[in-house]
């Protein structure tokens, strides 16, 4: 069973950028589907970005593509999501993601999580 920690959240000011990344131990990281996901005060939980297993494809929500990069380095075993031009609304819990599983979609539904790490964007 993999464990994910994740860490890089903070307060930082719109229009700035902010590195997240998620370590992992446990299990054969290279055999895990890895994302993000966010979930604001008083939200669901949404899907920010996945990758699958070999990196060769990725999905990013409507709301961050082109502002968010999500990666990952199996030496290291860590995935990280690289955010940009960040907005108020990018305010959130972001929560690390694994799951055996050979696909990723907007839809996907993984088994891990990590903990969590807050990110809040002041305007």
């Known amino acids: 069973q993999v464990r994910l920690i994740e860490s890089g959240g903070g307060l930082v000011q719109a229009g700035t950028s902010l590195r997240l990344s998620c370590a992992a131990s446990?299990?054969?990281?290279?055999?895990?589907?890895m994302g993000w996901f966010r979930q604001a005060p008083g939200k669901e939980r949404e899907f920010i970005a996945a990758?699958?297993?070999?990196?060769?494809?990725?999905y990013y929500a409507d709301s961050v593509q082109g502002r968010f990069t999500i990666s990952k380095d199996n030496i290291k075993k860590t995935v990280s999501l690289q955010t940009s031009t960040l907005k108020p609304e990018d305010t959130a819990v972001y929560y690390c993601?694994?799951?055996?599983?050979?696909?990723?979609?907007?839809?996907?539904?993984?088994?891990?999580w990590g903990q969590g790490t807050q990110v809040t964007v002041s305007s």
């Open positions: 446990g299990g054969t990281f290279s055999s895990y589907a």
């Open positions: 993601a694994a799951d055996e599983g050979w696909e990723v979609s907007a839809h996907w539904s993984p088994r891990y």
């Open positions: 990758m699958t297993r070999s990196g060769t494809n990725k």
